[in-house]
């Protein structure tokens, strides 16, 4: 079976680690009945050393076949340049699978050069809605699921929206789609990284960190970063709890374009950091200030009360176990809500699965590719 794997964004490298990761075990254990290829494009969407390459060393990810060096321009330049691109790579590979993870243009651009040429897809973390279509994540994402054969929910609240939206619960020659529920990717990486980034990471030393006398905050998506007063309030609520504990931030280069870093003086600002640092920052943070959907579950998956500094979120369940506060844009609500969440204590549940899911990913593309009900008439 051949699979090509399309990734370009920062969140994409991590969430197909652990999938790569269980397609070259399967391959050595023999446990696979159907032997496992895969070939890897990645579209060049995040190219910065930093935001790209240090997650392909750290993180053991085989090195992308090709390399579509395709970033830097606007959404509908980029998915349009990119879906050129991949469906030279497409019909040059045939593949039985395409596999596409989360909600980037690098997504929607995989999903349709593929569906175009009949190529079924499998779409990682299908689902998920934050039923705001101003942000560009949510229409990927919406057009993506449309496209996709095998759509593999993290959680039960995604496989209900897909529910809800009228996605089958089984595959056949009418419906050609089916939802899987297979729990989330990134929990998979959290188990397997978070040991190893304690072991090898040294990131608290240089930043004068003491393990839960800080805060660790990212912040990047659009919605936050392209309204300037929106921007101006949550970096003010940032740089006002500084004072009070050190709030360290690895700047996303959107993020940095947008910002003057000296208005915000009291605010460590880093460079973006490796996926073992990261980790390990997170685990020690006392709270997490973010907009990130994959920080938002970091911070669940060890054990750190979170602050979400968005309207809206994709992970509800968070939310409703009272783990993570939605505080939206305003300076007053963001500085409240750390003070509220800062001596929040929690076990975690079982919310994302049982850290088995990349391999049961594996385990449907397999069983799945010799369905009848696949072949295009
Ligand atoms: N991340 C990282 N270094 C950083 C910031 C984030 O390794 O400096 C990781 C983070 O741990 C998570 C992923 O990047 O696994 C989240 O990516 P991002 O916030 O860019 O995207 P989103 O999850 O919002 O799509």
Redesign the pocket.
Known sequence: MKITTIIGA??QF?KAATVSRAIAQQAQTGQQATPVEETIIHTGQHFDANMSEVFFQELDIPKPDYNLGIGGGSHGRNTGRMIEAIEDVLVREHPDWVLVY?DTDSTLAGALAAAKLHIPVAHVEAGLRSFNRIMPEEINRIVADQLSTLLFCPTRTAEENLGKEGFPHQLTAQTRQTVLNVGDV?YDAALYYGDRAQEKSRIMQPLALSPKAFVLA?I?RAENTDNPERLQNIMTALNRIASEMPVVL?L?PRTKQKLVLADFSAVTFID????LD??ML?KNARVIITD????QK?AYFHGVPCVTVRDETEWVELVSAGVNYLAGGKKKNIVQAFQKMRDHVFDIENLYGNGSSARLIVEYLSSYSKAENLKQS
């Open positions: 920062r969140p991590i989360g990134m990212t990047h690895p996303h973006p950091l490796g996926y990261m980790v997170e990130s959907g994959g920080v970091e």
